[in-house]
């Protein structure tokens, strides 16, 4: 079965440079998912998109934004990078089936490391 | 906001034995997640927990949600090296029209031979 894919699977930046994350979803699922994994922390909601419209924002920088594309795929586009965004950025989709709640399925994640 | 509490942090076992991790949450479930994560790797979905005393079994792992739907267990039979791993519970936060996870703080397992 089709997973989340995620590009790039490695992302080695400099500080103040701009990075920018994609994430193309299981087929027909319509509600995309980032969120942020530090060492040793557990992943952190940053926001969501359901059917191409932003549906929860959670703890995402201004320095951050996202956008869901007519085919559904993601972007997270992060500017002026910092040393502490270094992390694992994964995206996660669902297919919203009724009253809102359903499996979200995670893809392999980015690892963004920033020097 | 809800805070989801995972015991043990850690846990050796030697393959073949049992485990049991477990999840406590701050407020009531309503949908309680296992997933699995190799260092490094993606979340894996195990299983999804959503009515009180419910529980769920998949191969050689087990999900129960207590009755009050603030603790969950995550059982393991018969361990074996593919075992390993990190296990998260995350809890579905679910405002308006939105859904989002808030995972607990993940019990790293090692299974040895």
């Known amino acids: 079965a089709a997973g989340v894919i995620q590009s790039p699977r490695h992302l080695i930046k400099e500080k103040r440079e701009t990075a920018t994350l994609k994430c193309y979803p299981i087929?027909?699922?319509?509600?995309v998912y980032w969120y942020q994994q530090g060492p040793g922390q557990d992943p952190q909601f940053l926001i969501s998109f359901y059917e191409k419209m932003q549906s929860d924002k959670g703890s995402i920088p201004d320095r951050f934004s996202a956008q869901q594309f007519s085919d559904y795929h993601s972007e997270l586009n992060m500017s002026s990078l910092e040393l502490g965004d270094s992390a694992l950025y994964f995206c996660?989709?669902?297919?919203?089936?009724?009253?809102?709640?359903?499996?979200?399925?995670f893809g392999p994640g980015t690892r963004l490391t920033v020097l | 906001s809800q805070e989801l509490e995972q015991s043990p942090q850690s846990l050796i076992v030697q393959e073949g034995k049992n485990l049991t991790i477990n999840c406590t949450s701050s407020k009531t479930l309503y949908g309680l997640y296992w997933y699995k994560q190799k260092y490094g790797e993606g979340l894996i979905f195990l299983m999804m927990?959503?009515?009180?005393?419910e529980e769920k079994s998949h191969e050689k792992i087990t999900a129960k949600l207590d009755e009050k739907k603030q603790q969950s267990s995550l059982h393991i039979t018969a361990s074996q090296p593919s075992h390993a791993g990190i296990y998260l519970c995350g809890a579905d936060v679910v405002t308006g029209t939105a859904s989002k996870l808030t995972f607990g703080t993940g019990t790293r397992l090692q299974v040895t031979l």
């Open positions: 927990l959503q009515k009180g005393g």
């Open positions: 087929p027909r699922h319509d509600t």
């Open positions: 996660a989709s669902s297919l919203r089936i009724g009253g809102g709640r359903a499996t979200q399925y």
